[in-house]
Structure formats: structure tokens, C-alpha cells
């Protein structure tokens, strides 16, 4: 089987696939169509997240029987219309959950403790205890909004900090009372009135888009610290901004942006002024889309792909 590597992954998917007898096809250095024009007879392609794969793409190639997504997240993908067509679907958030779950742990420990602010503080001269006092973990409620891969491995992260930890996926029905009793199932009505951090690791759906606008930040019970480590168009930017303003949330350490391409490789701010003033907001703690980039996770999730290519396909 002819294997069409579109965008550049871990060189140990090629090996493996290669081992098993399918002929892999470096295609990262032309246009994704170039390399599809030239190989039409492929029977698999690999890639990431700034290929939509849609009815265009799919025609040309007839003899396609699985597609390789390298990550989590599968909006760049038809998946309706692959399965229609056959074409078995394959992504690998098992690679870089642990990751995402220890980014999203970061944030809000860095924004909990005053990290950032104080570092920079002591580096201009300046040695202000009180004016960094942090606050605990412990003690606090914990919500999390997704419970698949990269919920569940953030809440894995949390066990060990005293804290009430909920989780809200109403796609999921199994994992009440998971992490040894620990954790609680609820509906988002009671996330909102018990959280005191919210952290978001939901997929980007039409349901979701939009989901934390005006309204949803204004139905908790408190203020809360808002981490988003999943998809920026979850999060309504300049709803964000008024609820950090007005104080509903206190802090926000945010990963992923609403006006982020669809490559995740750039984000459109020229001239915005939401963007430029929430930039500028001091509790709010940013970084390029990285929570599930690590040197760990760049091998496990070839890996991750490898092993279950092979499992279908293998022989």
C-alpha cells in the first residue's frame, strides 16, 4: 500500500509502516495536491492539522483507505464522508494527552502563584513579597469542561493538590466517581455554580464554537481562573475581555486563540484591538499553541498511529 506523508510527523511512523511492508512517500515538500495529483493510487495519507481533507481532496484518491491525522483534533477532516466512503479515520490524542494535561497544569499553577509577575519583578530590581502572594490549589473546586483525552489527563495531573475536582462531558457516562472515587460527574448548571477554576478540553464542534461567550461566564456562581488549552474559537475573545475587566474571571492562561488559522501555525491580530488589549491585561498568561508540543509527544504520537495502522491494516 502507497503511504502519502503530506505534513511532516515523526520519522518513526514512515519506519514502522515501511516495516510492514507499505511504501511511504515523502510529499512535504510540494503542495498537498501536487503530491496527491502524482499519486493517485494512494491507499493512505498522513498529516496534521492545515490539510482540509473534504469531497475534493477524497475524489482524488479512489483507492484511499485511511487517513492519518496526527493529533487530537479532527475539524479539518469530513469524517462523515470518509466513513461513507470507507476510509477508516485514525487520530492520536493518546500521544499528547500527558502533555496538554501538564501545559494546562503550568498555566494555572504559574497564574494561581504569580509566577510570571514575580520573576519579572525581582529581575528589575525589585524584591515585593507581599505584592506576590499566591493562592492554593488545595481547598479549591476544580472544573473541567470535556472529559476525553485531555481532561481526563489533567485531572490525573490534579489528584495530588487537595482539590474537589468535577467533570462535564455530556457524551460521556462512565466516569463518575473515576481517579479512585475522586471525581464527580456533574452537568454544566452545577460546573458553573461550584467551580472556582474552569479549565476547557472540549472538541471544536458547531455545539462548542462560541461556547464561553457573555452569557455562560456570567452563569457561575463566582469569579473563577479560566485555562483553555483546546480550541480558541471554543472561547469568544472579547466576552473574555470584558469578564477579566469586570473581574468574573480573575486570570486566564489560554493556549489557543479565536483568530488562530486553521494551520494553528499563525494568528490574524494586525490591527485588533480586542487582541492588543487583552495582550496587555496582567492576569492573562499566554503561550503559541504549545500544550501538546513536547519532545515526548512528537515521537508518541507517530507511535500512537503506527500501532493502530497496524492493527487494521497490517498484513
Known amino acids: 500500500m502507497k503511504v502519502l506523508f503530506l505534513d511532516t510527523v515523526h520519522p518513526i511512523l514512515a519506519r514502522r509502516l515501511t516495516e510492514a511492508g507499505m511504501d511511504c512517500i515523502d510529499a512535504t515538500v510540494a503542495h498537498p495536491l501536487e503530491g496527491i495529483h502524482q499519486?493517485?493510487?494512494?491507499?493512505?495519507?498522513?498529516?496534521?492539522?492545515?490539510?482540509r481533507v473534504d469531497a475534493d481532496l477524497l475524489d482524488r484518491l479512489p483507492e484511499l483507505r485511511f487517513i492519518c491525522r496526527s493529533g487530537a483534533g479532527l475539524e479539518?477532516?469530513?469524517?462523515?464522508?470518509?466513513?461513507m466512503r470507507g476510509i477508516r479515520v485514525f487520530n492520536s490524542p493518546e500521544g499528547n494527552r500527558?502533555?496538554?494535561?501538564?501545559?494546562?497544569?503550568?498555566?494555572?499553577?504559574?497564574l494561581m502563584n504569580l509566577l510570571r509577575e514575580a520573576d519579572l519583578s525581582?529581575?528589575?530590581g525589585q524584591w515585593d513579597r507581599e505584592g506576590h502572594r499566591g493562592m492554593e490549589i488545595s481547598g479549591r473546586t476544580v472544573g473541567i469542561l470535556g472529559y476525553g483525552h485531555m481532561g481526563s489527563a489533567f485531572a490525573e495531573k490534579l489528584q495530588g493538590f487537595g482539590c474537589r475536582i468535577l467533570a462535564c462531558d455530556p457524551y460521556r457516562k462512565d466516569h463518575d466517581g473515576a481517579l479512585g472515587g475522586r471525581l464527580e460527574a456533574v452537568d454544566l448548571t452545577t460546573l458553573q455554580r461550584e467551580a472556582d477554576i474552569l479549565s476547557l478540553?472540549?472538541?471544536?464542534t458547531p455545539e462548542t464554537r462560541g461556547l464561553v461567550d457573555r452569557e455562560f461566564l456570567s452563569g457561575?456562581?463566582?469569579p473563577i481562573v479560566l485555562i483553555n488549552t483546546a480550541r480558541g474559537p471554543v472561547v469568544r475573545t472579547a466576552d473574555l475581555l470584558d469578564a477579566l475587566i469586570d473581574g468574573r474571571v480573575t486570570a486566564a492562561g489560554l493556549d489557543?486563540?479565536?483568530r488562530e488559522a486553521s494551520s494553528f501555525e499563525t494568528v490574524a491580530n494586525e490591527g485588533d484591538a480586542v487582541w492588543t488589549r487583552l495582550m496587555a491585561h496582567p492576569r492573562v498568561q499566554v503561550s503559541p499553541h504549545v500544550a501538546g508540543w513536547t519532545e515526548e509527544s512528537y515521537v508518541k504520537l507517530s507511535s500512537v498511529l503506527a500501532d493502530k495502522v497496524l492493527a487494521?491494516?497490517?498484513g
Request: a negative charge; charged letters at 25%.
Open 201 to 204: 478540553h472540549c472538541n471544536l
Open 98 to 110: 500527558d502533555a496538554v494535561g501538564e501545559h494546562a497544569l503550568g498555566l494555572l499553577l504559574s
Open 39 to 51: 499519486h493517485p493510487d494512494a491507499g493512505g495519507i498522513v498529516l496534521r492539522s492545515r490539510i
Open 312 to 314: 487494521e491494516f497490517d
Open 220 to 222: 457561575f456562581a463566582g
Open 76 to 83: 479539518n477532516i469530513d469524517v462523515g464522508l470518509a466513513e
Open 122 to 124: 525581582v529581575k528589575d
Open 256 to 258: 489557543v486563540f479565536e
